[in-house]
């Protein structure tokens, strides 16, 4: 009798542990593991050299002709134009770690100039050089009302090292490494929100 009551105890007590620890696993799934992680896209030399500038649909992860009316961003030079209802601005952030875009203060004027998202060094080294300013993002609301968060990674063609002698020679890079060839990256909350 009291062998059968201490087994009853028992397995009373090893029921509640495990009852226990189910609760508290479930309890500890907060949103954020529940949510999909969004996907980082990495765009690779889309060249604006050839054509004079590229248009492209951030929602459709593609280059299209201007004529398309889902293109969300033109890149001619170092200007970075808006189209088709989408707007854009420009915020201090990395791409990691810029979790909440702002629902105001975006425009359809283009972002240019040097000293926005990116410097050029005129007569600092590497002289007459492109380079992306770290630490800046283009926010861009597409014509969908999606939210983006986009970096731009270099202005040449192969991203190259532009700490190495061959950059700093100006007619090297220009045969090495072409102008106007974008490489960026760009997070799509494709729900509406603006969290990231």
């Known amino acids: 009798m009291v062998k059968n009551r201490f087994l009853q105890q028992v397995s009373l007590f090893a029921i509640s542990l495990g009852l ?36 492209f649909s951030l929602e459709r992860n593609k280059e299209t002709e ?40 975006y425009s359809t004027s283009g972002i240019t100039g040097n000293n926005t998202y990116y410097v050029n060094t005129l007569y600092n080294t590497p002289q007459h050089a492109i380079l992306m300013k770290p630490g800046v993002l ?25 700490t190495i002698a061959d950059f700093a020679d100006i007619p090297t890079r220009g045969e090495k490494w072409p102008k106007q060839h974008y490489t960026f990256n760009y997070v799509l909350q494709g729900n509406g929100s603006n969290k990231f």
Request: glycine fraction near 14%.
């Open 138 to 162: 283009i926010l861009v609301r597409t014509s969908k009302g999606n939210y983006v968060k986009l970096e731009m990674v270099s202005y040449y063609k192969g991203n190259p090292s532009v």
């Open 20 to 55: 226990l620890v189910g609760s508290c696993s479930k309890d500890n799934t907060g949103p954020e593991e529940e949510e999909k992680k969004q996907e980082v896209v990495a765009v690779k030399d889309l060249n604006g050299l050839d054509k004079g500038g590229v248009y």
């Open 66 to 105: 201007e004529s398309a009316t889902d293109w969300d961003i033109k890149i001619t030079g170092t200007t970075i134009g808006f189209g088709n209802g989408a707007v854009g601005q420009l915020v201090e952030g990395l791409l990691s770690s810029y979790h909440t875009a702002p629902t105001e203060g």
